[in-house]
């Protein structure tokens, strides 16, 4: 069965300092996809990057960062010099690459920055 | 900037009462997913469609719950009866697969289910 941990609830920081959300997975699929998405207080889900379990290279995008370890089965973001409109919730997601392809969420990571 | 639409955004209603839930997926997209949203459970597949045929409804309670998509432009999520517990936010989501994969889902802004 395919599992995702975001082991920290809440975070909370002052503005422009650098922060990284945590995300463990499992899954026994040797080919698989994982995502971030953010929800912000208004309550849509935004897509944020999917990341195919074959590229293991780090990708950055302006403020933001996602580093993955496939030997650690981890895929953690950073968001650099945090802004307040960064706060929000934050989900990691996994979904096999094949059957049903459905995400299957952590329980998320709520982001505040404080001025 | 094509979107997902919900309607209704916000929905109250008493137990045994129907609700139908409305999705029209992005303009293109071929597959549509419904989640479900609740403190508890988090966020969690309920159905899933490609080309209007549902391929997985393995998470919704099929006593209560039914998902249909009338056309390729229409999906909907019905409740009957309505229960306390089916109080959550429900998304709908869209994405258009290439080959046999759907690279990005694409999310609706959810509607607030609250029974009473």
């Known amino acids: 069965a395919q599992k995702v941990t975001q082991a920290q609830t809440e975070i909370s920081v002052v503005e422009k300092e650098d922060v990284t959300l945590d995300c463990v997975y499992e899954t026994r699929d040797t080919t698989y996809y994982l995502f971030w998405y953010k929800q912000p207080p208004s309550g849509e889900l935004v897509f944020l990057i999917r990341r195919n379990s074959f590229d293991e290279q780090n990708e950055i995008s302006g403020r933001y960062s996602w580093n993955f370890q496939k030997s650690t089965s981890s895929f953690n973001f950073t968001i650099t010099a945090s802004q307040v409109v960064d706060s929000a919730v934050y989900f990691c997601a996994l979904s096999e690459a094949r059957g049903a392809q459905k995400l299957v969420f952590g329980q998320g990571t709520r982001l505040t920055i404080n001025p | 900037d094509a979107r997902v639409t919900q309607t209704p955004r916000h929905k109250v209603t008493e137990m045994g009462q129907e609700v139908t839930m409305r999705c029209q997926p992005i303009l293109g997209h071929n597959t549509v997913f419904w989640y479900r949203q609740t403190m508890m459970q988090g966020l969690e597949l309920l159905a899933y469609?490609?080309?209007?045929?549902?391929?997985?409804d393995s998470g919704m309670p099929k006593d209560r719950f039914s998902a249909e998509m009338p056309d390729a432009t229409l999906a909907t999520l019905k409740i009957q009866p309505s229960e306390p517990r089916d109080s959550a936010v429900y998304f709908c989501?869209?994405?258009?697969?290439?080959?046999?994969?759907?690279?990005?889902?694409?999310f609706g802004p959810g509607t607030r289910l609250t029974v009473t």
């Open positions: 989501a869209s994405g258009r697969d290439r080959g046999l994969y759907v690279y990005e889902q694409y």
């Open positions: 469609f490609r080309n209007r045929a549902p391929l997985d």
